[in-house]
């Protein structure tokens, strides 16, 4: 019997790339190359599973030319790269990595915080560039210890941000499209509605996928209703806020600071105003960038690809309803 054919287009160690080959036939794309460009019309037709990054969009045009497609399996928590409604219509399964990834995102987040608060940063380069020594002490901080954290979003890397944030005797309230009883049974987080955490917080972190609804969705209207002296974290995905009302808000002292691990347009370049401003402190979208933490996702990515065209239930599936039916 035939294997099936799959693509890889995501980086793959060599023991996982040997448990794919006992199983699979290998076509290989690039990271980020769309099939279209790469493989021949026999290649497409027969595809059976893709084992991808998020760099790689499937929309209805790509999944139409991938008529036996099975199941795409993302490297990653996030599927802002795949047309869900016309994977599903399609009957293709989605499969993600979510879970694995949540405790290093919050590290990044908490971790952003400091950085900002204590201007850890500058200190740095304070100390770096002989100022500590010319000057003497540098001006002092702020502490992040019981300070208002407001998350937007209360999801399973939202809950790990509220447990850690408890260390650090903060207040954590939450906004989310759905209430999250257990988290306020364990009193882990307070409810509000989205105005006040806003309002209320002194740190503001963004933990909602990236959809058609919170697309630019944090503008200037929520920046104008944070504290002068808030910070904005940012570890989801740099599309739900308008970046360029960002900028404006750091620029006018509309608030403090921001701390932010994800952009719109990534790699950020050199040249966005984002980078010339000593009150943000950027990452390169490496809230996952752990050895542990990316090991454990492509594994899962594995599993899902292999379990889905085997038959056996995928531990993480976007749209469940498809199971099944591939």
């Not at 915080?113 to 500590?132: E, F, K, P």
């Not at 739900?240 to 370049?269: F, H, T």
Request: proline letters at 4%; hydrophobic letters at 40%.
């Amino acid at each position: 019997m035939a294997k099936p054919k799959v693509v890889v287009s995501a980086p793959l160690p060599a023991d996982l790339r040997e448990r794919v080959e006992a199983e699979c036939e290998i076509l290989e794309v690039p990271v980020g190359v769309s099939p279209l460009e790469k493989l021949t019309q026999d290649e497409l037709s027969s595809v059976e599973g893709y084992l991808t990054t998020v760099r790689t969009k499937f929309d209805e045009e790509v999944l139409k030319k991938l008529p036996s497609l099975k199941v795409v399996s993302n490297f990653a928590v996030g599927y802002d790269n795949v047309d869900v409604d016309a994977a599903t219509n399609a009957n293709v399964l989605i499969c993600n990595t979510p879970k694995v990834l949540d405790g290093a995102v919050a590290d990044i987040a908490i971790g952003l915080m400091l950085c900002l608060t204590r201007d850890m940063v500058n200190g740095d380069a304070y100390v770096r560039d002989g100022s500590w020594a010319a000057k003497g002490a540098p001006a002092l901080t702020s502490d992040m210890r019981g300070k208002t954290l407001g998350l937007l979003g209360m999801g399973r890397i939202g809950r790990v941000v509220a447990k850690t944030a408890k260390a650090f005797d903060m207040r954590v309230l939450y906004h989310n499209r759905n209430r999250c009883d257990i988290s306020e049974r364990e009193g882990l987080a307070e409810y509000c509605d989205r105005d006040t955490l806003f309002s209320e917080s002194d740190f503001l972190s963004v933990h909602v996928p990236l959809t058609e609804e919170t697309q630019g969705s944090i503008a200037s209207r929520e920046f104008k209703l944070m504290k002068s002296s808030a910070y904005f974290i940012n570890t989801a995905r740099g599309g739900v806020v308008n970046e360029q009302d960002l900028i404006d808000a750091l620029e006018a002292n509309e608030i403090a600071g921001a701390g932010l691990d994800v952009m719109v347009k990534e790699p950020l370049p050199a040249d966005s105003p984002l980078c010339k401003m000593k009150n943000v402190v950027l990452q390169a979208h490496v809230g996952s960038g752990t050895v542990e933490t990316r090991r454990a996702m492509i594994q899962l990515a594995v599993d899902n690809l292999l379990d889905a065209l085997s038959k056996n239930k995928p531990e993480a599936m976007v749209n469940p309803e498809v199971w099944g039916q591939v």
